[in-house]
């Protein structure tokens, strides 16, 4: 006795190639993509989050020292303070 498959495929006939375009249409132009201002604001948060994860421990130590600095009245001059701008300027513009 012999069971044949329902819906087999005959070896000998070439398949159907249903569905296919014959030619592709030049007039369509360059592939583009929208990115929702929803998928834009939580690609932004995933990147803070990223930059959060992978920045340094604060140290304790260095606080304390910086905390001592900043409380001392000489320490505080136009110097420190410029030198200090423009650190703050670099590190958000450059």
Known sequence: MTIDRIGS???IQPEKKLGRVSHVN???GADSINI???AQAKAELF???ELAATAPEIRAE???ELKEKINDPAYINDKVINATADKLIDALFG
């Open 36 to 38: 929702s201002s929803e």
């Open 9 to 11: 495929i005959d070896p």
């Open 26 to 28: 030049a007039s369509q």
């Open 62 to 64: 260095r606080v304390a």
């Open 47 to 49: 990147r803070v989050q």
